[in-house]
Nanobody, 114 residues
Framework: VQLQASGGGLVQPGGSLRLSCKSAGINFKIHTMNWYRQAPGKQRELVASISSGASTDYADSVKGRFTISRDNVRNTLYLQMNSLKPEDTGVYFC?????????WGQGTLVTVSS
């Protein structure tokens, strides 16, 4: 199973970024996919999830600003992040579970700063 995240970068407060996570080695369309993030000095936290049926769930801190989506043809997960705040800074990881084992992408760094 391979998950490759991309799209991070430096953005000013109020700006937007779109993260992507390309998957391989799994039947992507049947798996719940997740985005986590880890801020400096903090534990990794779940940001958003999307089920195989495209039901979504968000952490309270990002509701109304972030949108998770998936493209089952391209086997790719997305996270559209709008109205970014400095507290959104961190490394963002895509994640799924396969045969009861978690798999993680390599992470992509998002820095929100003026």
């Amino acid at each position: 199973v391979q998950l490759q995240a991309s799209g991070g970068g430096l953005v000013q407060p109020g700006g937007s970024l779109r993260l992507s996570c390309k998957s391989a080695g799994i039947n992507f369309k049947i798996h719940t996919m997740n985005w986590y993030r880890q801020a400096p000095g903090k534990q990794r936290e779940l940001v958003a999830s999307i089920s195989s049926g495209a039901s979504t769930d968000y952490a309270d801190s990002v509701k109304g600003r972030f949108t998770i989506s998936r493209d089952n043809v391209r086997n790719t997960l997305y996270l559209q992040m709008n109205s970014l705040k400095p507290e959104d800074t961190g490394v963002y990881f895509c994640n799924t579970e396969y045969k009861l084992r978690p798999y993680w992408g390599q992470g992509t760094l998002v820095t929100v700063s003026s």
